[in-house]
């Protein structure tokens, strides 16, 4: 049997937007285990731009080609959302595990579909979740673990941006391509960060609401995004800019979401956990904020995490690797995580067209 750290993993990534030549590409290439050995986008000189500044020799314009001619172990989906689906279910195919970028699916049916199909083919399905993986959101889980928080019966999780819409015009804000705005795309990352805190429990019912009321105004623009278009040129706003929901949990807990690309508030990014011991607060990069009553007295006070010298998605990947390894110790998202933060999301924009709490099925 080979040694597994020699071993070089043979990556293609699928889209070749901002948002990968920021993060997909240059992450996996941090690590030595990981060589991204071809690019794929069906804007071609986009893909040889991308595959000339990152020395990725494949460049391709269709996935399915690439699949069947480079034969990569493992496929990054990081394509507009309506793709993720059928993308992900050829890489599979293909014999690749598979890495996709938030969320999984639009629907929890379709996420069913392609976690089984992973399952029936022996092939690791994951979805791009990182900030969990920091080392302020490592250290709050440790603090919980050890019981600092006792039993947590509340939650509240918030990333509000100011100006913060992505790509206007782009597929970032057209419905028929994102299947939503802000929630599904920020949105994932703040409900996997307090819902990995409280250790996943299973969601029972939603109620939430959708609103867009400053991207359709020209109101919000963020300074990224692929193929970015002033709305004066005829660029599309049909998706949410805020949202926000409540989840019941089968823990007895309940969680509130927040989430906006654009608000007339501060910008917040803060998971708040509530137990019947202590509570604590992730928000600063370099430290947990950390509450509980001692002999009578609320104490509050900090715990210092040390510096991060890799991103969170880095440590992601790695810890990927790892498990592609055999490595017992490495953690990555879990089917069963997965599958409850898009059953979440479908649920909190159902509540929102109907006006109603959705019961979630089991």
């Known amino acids: 049997m080979s040694d597994p750290s020699s071993r070089i993993w043979r990556v293609a990534v699928i889209g070749a937007g901002a948002v990968v030549q920021r993060s997909h590409i240059p992450n996996f290439q941090a690590l030595p285990n990981a060589k991204v050995v071809a690019v794929c986008d069906i804007n071609p000189e986009r893909a040889r731009q991308v595959a000339q500044a990152a020395g990725i020799p494949g460049v391709y314009t269709d996935y399915q080609t690439l699949l069947a001619e480079v034969r990569p172990e493992i496929v990054v989906v990081a394509t507009p959302n309506i793709f993720h689906k059928p993308m992900t279910l050829a890489a599979l195919e293909a014999g690749a ?33 990182h900030y969990r993986w920091s080392a302020p959101m490592r250290a709050a889980k440790a603090h919980i673990d050890g019981g600092f928080c006792g039993e947590i019966y509340a939650a509240r999780t918030v990333w509000h941006r100011r100006a913060g819409i992505p790509g206007f015009g782009s597929w970032f804000t057209r419905q028929e391509l994102a299947g939503g705005g802000a929630l599904l795309d920020i949105g994932i990352h703040a409900l996997d960060r307090a819902l990995y805190l409280m250790g996943y429990p299973q969601p029972l019912t939603v ?35 805020l949202a926000w929901g409540m989840v019941r949990l089968d823990s007895g807990a309940v969680l509130i ?11 917040e990014f803060v998971t708040e956990i509530f137990g019947d011991r202590g509570g604590l607060r992730v928000g600063h990069p370099n430290s947990v904020e950390l509450f509980t009553t001692q002999h009578g007295q609320l104490i509050t006070g900090e715990s ?31 089917p069963e995580e997965a599958l409850n933060a898009v059953r979440i999301i479908e649920g909190i924009q159902r509540s929102a067209e109907s006006g109603r709490e959705v019961v979630l099925a089991r």
Do not use: N
């Open 257 to 267: 979401l927040q989430v906006s690309w654009a608000v007339h508030m501060a910008p």
């Open 97 to 129: 595990h598979v890495l996709c970028e938030k969320p999984l699916a639009l629907t929890a049916a379709d996420a069913v579909e392609m976690l089984e199909r992973a399952r029936e083919v022996g092939r690791v399905l994951t979805v791009g979740t």
């Open 207 to 241: 109620t939430g609401a959708t609103y867009a009321k400053l991207g359709p105004q020209g109101l919000g623009m963020g300074g990224w995004g692929a193929d970015r278009l002033a709305p004066e040129a005829g660029g599309r706003f049909d998706v949410d800019d």
């Open 304 to 334: 210092q995490v040390p510096r991060q010298e890799e991103s969170s998605y880095t440590a992601m990947v790695r810890d990927l690797l790892r498990y592609l390894e055999g490595d017992t110790s490495a953690r990555i998202i879990t």
